[in-house]
């Protein structure tokens, strides 16, 4: 069956999701290890672990205990920012990764060498970074995403990951003036390509968002909103956009994506709030005029009916996480 017709998500949704996916508060670290290694991390919930394998063998295995083989050329994205470790053999004892010793590299980026004074040459050298992952409007599609994603540039799933790949591997190798940097936006582009891929392959047939998003006709109707999340939507407007009756509609979102469309609106609307207000660092009464509202004092009562608190004590909150 061919990918439009197993998979009715448009290019413009695919956009969407991609434009506001942010990768904030970024550590990358490049590790050096010897023919035997072991390192353990940590579960960071709303944060995702990713690696880059650019030579050598190992394994990566998850908090359920599996073990994914990794090869020269791998890659792993983890949304959930589970524990997981990574491995020489399966037999070998693992340290936790913020015990060993780094050397700074550049802003966001250091170095740990784990080869003994015996191994003059790594037997492994990969890269993982450990991030904020933000999917802007589309943030209901990260608990959908499964917990390891692996990546192999030379299948259908993932083209145009080899060239990324190669770059990353010449950065980490060749140490050249400035590469802490450029490893740094290389793995953005990587992990967006990873996601990107995730979702054109069906993201593995998971339901609600991602369900919705199949269905051609409430498809339109999700893009609509994201496309003007100001505007006041009707159940009846936004029925017209995918061209069905206004009952079969709201049956229809309600039963796929779980809540009544209206409902799915107003969380939109407040997770983008959220972003503006915390990540662009916009002031209130902007974002309110940019949603749709005729006042702040309406935003804040509708911000902290979704998200719990004030506009105001999200940004204390999140200067607070930074700090």
């Not at 890659?75 to 491995?87: F, I, K, N, R, T």
């Not at 940097?181 to 967006?192: C, K, Q």
């Not at 935003?299 to 004590?313: E, L």
């Amino acid at each position: 069956m061919a990918l439009q017709d197993s998979f009715a998500l448009s290019s413009d949704l695919v956009s969407e999701l991609l434009s506001g996916m942010r990768l904030r508060g970024v550590q990358y670290r490049r590790i050096q290890a010897g023919p035997e290694f072991g390192m353990s991390f940590h579960a960071r919930p709303g944060h995702a672990y990713f690696h880059y394998l650019a030579v050598g063998n190992g394994l990566l295995r998850s908090a359920d205990g599996t073990l994914h083989r990794l090869s020269a050329g791998s890659a792993v994205l983890l949304p959930q920012g589970e524990e997981h470790a990574l491995l020489s053999d399966s037999s070998v004892s693992v340290q936790p990764i913020d015990s060993f010793v780094t050397a700074a590299l550049g802003d966001t980026v250091s170095g740990v060498d784990t080869c003994p004074s015996t191994s003059t040459i790594p037997s492994a050298i990969l890269f993982y970074g450990c991030m904020e992952f933000d999917l802007g409007g589309m943030q209901a599609l990260g608990p959908l995403m499964p917990p390891v994603m692996l990546a192999d540039a030379h299948k259908g799933s993932y083209p145009g990951l080899a060239p990324i790949f190669a770059s990353m591997k010449n950065e980490i190798c060749s140490g050249r003036i400035g590469f802490a940097g450029i490893l740094a936006r290389l793995a953005e582009v990587m992990a967006a390509m990873i996601v990107r891929g995730w979702v054109e392959c069906g993201c593995d047939n998971a339901s609600g968002l991602v369900a919705a998003l199949r269905d051609p006709r409430l498809a339109r109707a999700i893009l609509a909103l994201h496309r003007q999340p100001g505007r006041d939507w009707s159940v009846e407007e936004l029925a017209a956009e995918c061209n069905i009756s206004r009952s079969v509609f709201a049956g229809r979102f309600q039963s796929t994506i779980g809540i009544p469309p209206l409902r799915y609106a107003a969380e939109l609307r407040m997770r983008l709030a959220s972003q503006w207000l915390t990540r662009d660092r916009i002031a209130i009464d902007t974002v309110a005029q940019r949603l749709g509202y005729t006042s702040q004092a309406a935003f804040s009562r509708a911000y902290k009916r979704v998200i719990g608190h004030p506009p105001g004590a999200s940004r204390k909150i999140n200067l607070a996480t930074i700090s």
